[in-house]
């Protein structure tokens, strides 16, 4: 088995931990206390809004338990709000460490201070916060999203190459103010806007799932019958939308290409099958990288500020090759 994620600065950040640690007991009063050294975590998920995001559950579920951490899970229904309750009640519960995926970028110094003011340190998980103080987080996990759009791009730039006519682009974006949909929408646009040819003539929020993606493209073919090519934020609005593009009599992949990012099962299906012409990958199996991050911070070891995940791209040559060993 290929393993997927590695950490960036792997040397300096092992430097790090071993030069400042000074041996078990170091960790010893940040446990919560009573002498029980079991870590407890809570987690304040996004939502479950997309294959990616159950695959990312599932990975964080199964590494806590392996890894002998107590997991406490939160659900916010793609909702800031409720982030922020689920952070506060794992304050409250004087937690070990808190992890959680923000589902959008801004708003967060408020709560991430009133957990640094109770000591009890925080990692970001897949989605990044606008904070400056950046001491108010440990460390983020995840995966470089600018990049993401950007390789979207280059696949587009490639396809198209030596044409001259216009190519019209309609863009589904994910959860308005979300980093990966800031992200993916800005590293796409900054790749492509080199050649005039390329026209984003429509982009509209799918907020990451199948339902939004297939009712905002069913409108997006009626207002607009010349679209050539999609490129959705993530492979949920793309299926979606692969839906509306039939019931339209066209044909996903040939009439209309389609890019979408993640590769999870569903849509590396759909790219096997050439309904989909390129997606760009973004892990979801962010937890065994985070229970070790967990357990160094909670022991007050210095961690790298940045923890990338490493991602590929894939044909649909490339998807039937993985389809038989894709886990999710
Ligand atoms: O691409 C999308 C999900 O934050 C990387 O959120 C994640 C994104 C992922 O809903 O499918």
């Known amino acids: ?105 801004t708003g967060w110094d408020t709560v991430l201070k009133e957990a640094k003011d109770a000591n009890i340190p925080v990692i970001l998980t897949d989605r990044a916060v606008d904070s400056q103080d950046t001491s108010l987080y440990k460390t983020f996990i995840g995966s470089d999203f ?29 959860t308005t103010g979300s980093a990966p949909a800031n992200d993916r929408k800005s590293g796409f646009t900054d790749v492509i806007k080199a050649d005039p040819k390329f026209k984003i003539i429509a982009s509209q929020t799918g907020e990451f799932t199948r339902a939004k993606g297939k009712e905002v493209m069913e409108a997006l073919i009626k207002a607009n019958p010349d679209i050539d090519v999609l490129y959705a934020h993530n492979d949920d609005m793309g299926l979606g939308a692969i839906e509306a593009i039939e019931a339209a009599g066209k044909k996903p992949g040939t009439d209309i290409k389609i890019i979408t990012v993640d590769a999870v099962k569903d849509g590396m299906t759909a790219l096997a099958a050439g309904k989909i012409n390129f997606i760009v990958e973004c892990s979801p199996l962010l937890g065994p990288q985070l229970m070790d991050l967990a357990k160094k911070v909670v022991k007050g070891e210095q961690v790298e500020q940045r923890v990338l995940t490493e991602e590929t791209t894939f044909t649909p040559e490339q998807a039937k090759a993985a389809l038989p060993e894709r886990k999710y």
């Open 1 to 105: 088995m290929l393993k997927r994620l590695s950490v960036a600065l792997v040397a300096g950040a092992l430097a790090f931990g071993v030069a400042a640690c000074g041996g078990e007991e170091a960790g010893g009063g940040s446990t919560g206390g009573g002498g029980d050294d079991k870590i407890t975590m809570g987690f304040a998920q996004v939502g479950a809004e997309s294959g990616w995001r159950t695959a990312n559950t599932k990975s964080i579920q199964e590494s806590a338990a392996s890894a002998g951490i107590e997991l406490k899970f939160s659900d916010a229904q793609q909702k800031q709000e409720n982030q922020i309750k689920a952070i506060r009640s794992y304050i409250a519960q004087k937690v070990d460490v808190i992890a959680f995926s923000p589902v959008v970028e």
């Open 146 to 174: 600018v990049l993401e759009g950007k390789k979207a791009g280059e696949w587009l730039v490639k396809e198209y190459e030596g044409k001259t006519e216009p190519v019209n682009i309609v863009q589904l974006e994910g």
